[in-house]
């Protein structure tokens, strides 16, 4: 048998309006993102003043409380046009913003509303040089030293790495010598003044046969202190 999904009304409203943007304002652009390799800065704030950053957050903070198939809907437009700018639309709904909204403190919650409401791309900082994405091979610490963690690590083809303010590193934990599993720490950096946290550095760029218009980089941290 086959299952038709059969969208509301809602919905439809939706992805006329993310087709309509894609059409008209993302579309004419991907080439020359394409080109020149630089992040769509244009496109991100089409993007917010459409509403599509940040559609998963709660109402009360801000969001539109919507659902990841409202999400994809919009993504789906995105990438039928331009997959940097549905690259971005991911990572303005899923991923990291996701998993503090899921599991993050009120405080927390709130201050990654306001940068990805904002329109920052948050980046998600998993992937290491000798374990991919296998989170079971991870080797960068979380030390916890008094009220802070001390990171140390590298992270590799980090989406966003130069442009994105939030970031949410994962990081072995330790207290002493005894390890305490896995644990997502967030850190916010400043890239327009140029300036991050004493420890946190954006190292090389990856070149890319694709997506070309997003950095993929390293990052490394070198006694990264978060506060508890």
């Given at each position: 048998?086959?299952?038709?999904?059969?969208?509301?009304?809602s919905q439809k409203h939706l992805q006329d309006a993310a087709r309509k943007l894609a059409r008209k304002v993302i579309g004419p652009r991907a080439a020359e993102i394409d080109?020149?390799?630089?992040?769509?800065?244009?496109?991100?704030?089409?993007?917010?003043?459409?509403?599509?950053?940040?559609?998963?957050?709660?109402?009360?903070?801000?969001?539109?409380?919507?659902?990841?198939?409202?999400a994809v809907l919009v993504i789906?437009?995105?990438?039928?046009?331009?997959?940097?700018?549905?690259?971005?639309?991911?990572?303005?709904?899923?991923?990291?913003?996701?998993a503090i909204m899921a599991y993050g403190t009120e405080d927390q919650k709130k201050l990654a509303s306001e940068l990805v409401l904002a329109g920052d791309k948050p980046a998600i900082c998993i992937t290491e040089p000798g374990a991919?994405?296998?989170?079971?091979?991870?080797?960068?610490?979380?030390?916890?030293?008094?009220?802070?963690?001390?990171?140390?690590?590298?992270?590799?083809?980090?989406?966003g790495g130069g442009v994105s303010k939030l970031h949410l590193i994962f990081a072995r934990v330790f207290d002493?010598?005894?390890?305490?599993?896995?644990?997502?720490?967030?850190?916010?950096?400043?890239?327009?003044?140029?300036?991050?946290?004493?420890?946190?550095?954006?190292?090389?760029?990856?070149?890319?046969?694709g997506l070309r218009g997003i950095p993929e980089t390293e990052i490394i941290l070198e006694n990264l202190e978060i506060p508890a």
């Open positions: 048998p086959i299952c038709m999904l059969e969208l509301s009304e080109r020149s390799e630089e992040y769509p800065w244009d496109n991100v704030r089409a993007l917010t003043l459409g509403g599509f950053m940040g559609m998963t957050i709660p109402q009360n903070l801000g969001g539109l409380g919507l659902g990841y198939l409202e789906e437009e995105m990438a039928k046009v331009c997959g940097v700018t549905a690259r971005i639309v991911v990572e303005g709904n899923m991923g990291a913003i996701g991919g994405s296998a989170a079971s091979e991870m080797t960068t610490r979380a030390d916890k030293k008094g009220d802070v963690y001390v990171l140390n690590g590298i992270k590799h083809w980090i989406t002493g010598a005894e390890a305490e599993g896995i644990a997502g720490f967030i850190c916010v950096r400043a890239p327009d003044a140029g300036i991050g946290p004493k420890g946190l550095t954006i190292g090389r760029r990856e070149p890319a046969m």
